[in-house]
């Protein structure tokens, strides 16, 4: 089995450098998934995750730059976006992470799905999807103020989020399985 590949980046917050951050992030994953792996199929999946998770954080945590963890084994491709902006609050999320474990809260809903904040500790937030099944026909103004979170949520197989309190950091994190 290979060593897993990881590097750390260091990218611009700005709408200017996507394209060039996602070129350069996608790069570096192509040139290091296993030979088993469509390399297609992945590099759309990741590419609408990263154009998300820099979007969002150009749009929201308010800071001239943000860090990408990007480590790939044999299995599974894991991406940490960081930085030390504002923190995210999807609602009330102070009193959110008040419930215990398991907690789920609804973010969001149109007439295609429902996306949740379940809780899974006093810092830390998985997001989930649930396809609604309602025939009623989709209206544009419906669409939910969290979409790029539910991109990301249904690109991945596990996307969440968590905050250190202490050092201001904000960690939104996915997975992708390869197998």
Known sequence: M?????????????????KASVQELLDFIVNHIPAHVNK?????????????LLTNGIK?????????????????????????????????ITSLLIHDP??????????LHSMYAVVESETKLQFVCEEVNDDAALQISDLMEHFGLL?????????TYEYDIDMGLNTFSVLIDLA
């Not at 290979?2 to 996507?18: G, H, V």
């Not at 297609?40 to 998300?52: A, R």
């Not at 929201?60 to 902006?85: C, S, V």
């Open 2 to 18: 290979a060593e897993p590949a990881s590097k750390q980046f260091l990218l611009p917050n700005t709408r200017q450098s996507i």
């Open 40 to 52: 297609e199929g992945i590099s759309f999946k990741t590419e609408v995750i990263l154009i998300e």
């Open 60 to 92: 929201h945590a308010g800071t001239m730059e943000t860090f990408l963890d990007i480590t790939i084994d044999e299995q599974t491709i894991y991406i940490d976006k960081k930085d030390f902006g504002n923190r995210y609050q999807p609602g009330n």
């Open 102 to 111: 398991g907690y789920r809260e609804l973010l969001t809903q149109d007439s």
């Open 151 to 159: 991109i990301i949520t249904k690109a991945s197989d596990r996307f």
